[in-house]
Nanobody, 124 residues
Framework: QVQLEESGGGSVQAGDSLRLSCVASIDPFNGYAWGWFRQAPGKEREFTAAINWNGGSTYYGDSVKGRFTISRDDDLKTSYLEMNNLKPEDTAVYFC?????????????????WGQGTQVTVSS
């Protein structure tokens, strides 16, 4: 059974940084595209970032471009989301997701496996 577990969320001030991690119980870890999504209260789940199976291509939502960086470490079976210059509007529950294959979905329905989420709160 595939399990994903996020960590690294917390409460920070505007302008601060956080790094989220997502550890997967997937074997083998390579071959999967990884995505990060976020969901604020009362809003739909929003695409944040994604990385392809070999880390050669990355994709970002418009609201986080230039501030967030997605990466992966296949040896540690971990995906990371580095978040810099955080803003109050970044406050949300952040979810990691994985899907086997070369496609890199930017829609949540494109991912088969999901973590439980980690809360990020940014105060002004």
């Amino acid at each position: 059974q595939v399990q994903l577990e996020e960590s690294g969320g917390g409460s920070v001030q505007a302008g601060d940084s956080l790094r989220l991690s997502c550890v997967a119980s997937i074997d083998p870890f390579n071959g999967y595209a990884w995505g990060w999504f976020r969901q604020a209260p009362g809003k739909e789940r929003e695409f944040t970032a994604a990385i392809n199976w070999n880390g050669g291509s990355t994709y970002y939502g418009d609201s986080v471009k230039g501030r967030f960086t997605i990466s992966r470490d296949d040896d540690l079976k971990t995906s990371y989301l580095e978040m810099n210059n955080l803003k109050p509007e970044d406050t949300a529950v952040y979810f990691c997701a994985a899907n086997l294959g070369i496609l890199v979905p930017t829609k949540s329905r494109g991912y088969k496996y999901w973590g439980q989420g980690t809360q990020v709160t940014v105060s002004s």
